[in-house]
Structures are given as structure tokens and as C-alpha cells.
Nanobody
Framework: QVQLVESGGGLVQPGGSLRLSCAASGSIFVINTMGWFRQALGKEREFVAAISWSGGNTQYADSVKGRSTISRDNTKNPVYLQMNSLKPEDTAVYYC?????????????????WGQGTQVTVSS
């Protein structure tokens, strides 16, 4: 089993920035890809970004490309999602996920492990 804990959500004004963190524990040796998803109220969960455990391969949704960066420091456990130029439509619960697939399959193959989510609200 893999446990995931997100942190870093909160309230931010439009145009602002936030950095989300996700710490993995347990059987992390099975993880090949870490991902971020989000779910806005009344909408389906959607893919945001994914990164290989080595950090060398990243994938982004078009909606956040150029505004967000997913990263992982191999010397530390957490995976980060840096979000800039935030818009009200970025408001959602953001979930960290872990899976065995390669990042290119992040939108095609279900992730096996999920965190509880962290709320991001973009509002003035």
C-alpha cells in the first residue's frame, strides 16, 4: 500500500501562486508515476499533470500548461505542483495520485493510489 498526503492548498487571489506538495509513504518502490488531478464542484475529476518517479518525464493538461510546473527532488520524497497566474476556474479540490504506469499513460490508465485532496480557491 501507498499513502499519499497533500498540503499547500488555500485561498489565493486571481493572478497569484500556490505550491502544492504530496508526500508518499509505504510501498513507494512500486510507484513509477505521480500525478495531480482536480475536481471542481459539480464537475468530473480531471487530469492536471504527471511526473515520472525519476523526475525526468512530465505531462500537463492543456488548461495548465505554461502556468504550472510539476517537479520532484530525488533527494526528497515530495512531489510539487507549482501553480502560477491562477484563475477562478482553477478552483477545485486537488488530488495527488500514484501509479505504476508511465507518465504518458497518466490519462489512459487509472492511478492506483490517491490522497485525500487539498482545496484550492482562487477568488478576490
Amino acid at each position: 500500500q501507498v499513502q499519499l498526503v497533500e498540503s499547500g492548498g488555500g485561498l489565493v487571489q486571481p493572478g497569484g501562486s500556490l505550491r502544492l506538495s504530496c508526500a508518499a509513504s509505504g510501498s513507494i518502490f512500486v510507484i513509477n508515476t505521480m500525478g495531480w488531478f482536480r475536481q471542481a464542484l459539480g464537475k468530473e475529476r480531471e487530469f492536471v499533470a504527471a511526473i515520472s518517479w525519476s523526475g525526468g518525464n512530465t505531462q500537463y493538461a492543456d488548461s495548465v500548461k505554461g502556468r504550472s510546473t510539476i517537479s520532484r527532488d530525488n533527494t526528497k520524497n515530495p512531489v510539487y505542483l507549482q501553480m502560477n497566474s491562477l484563475k477562478p476556474e482553477d478552483t477545485a479540490v486537488y488530488y495527488c495520485a500514484a501509479g505504476r504506469m508511465s507518465p504518458e499513460l497518466a490519462t489512459k490508465v487509472p492511478f492506483e493510489y490517491w490522497g485525500q485532496g487539498t482545496q484550492v480557491t482562487v477568488s478576490s
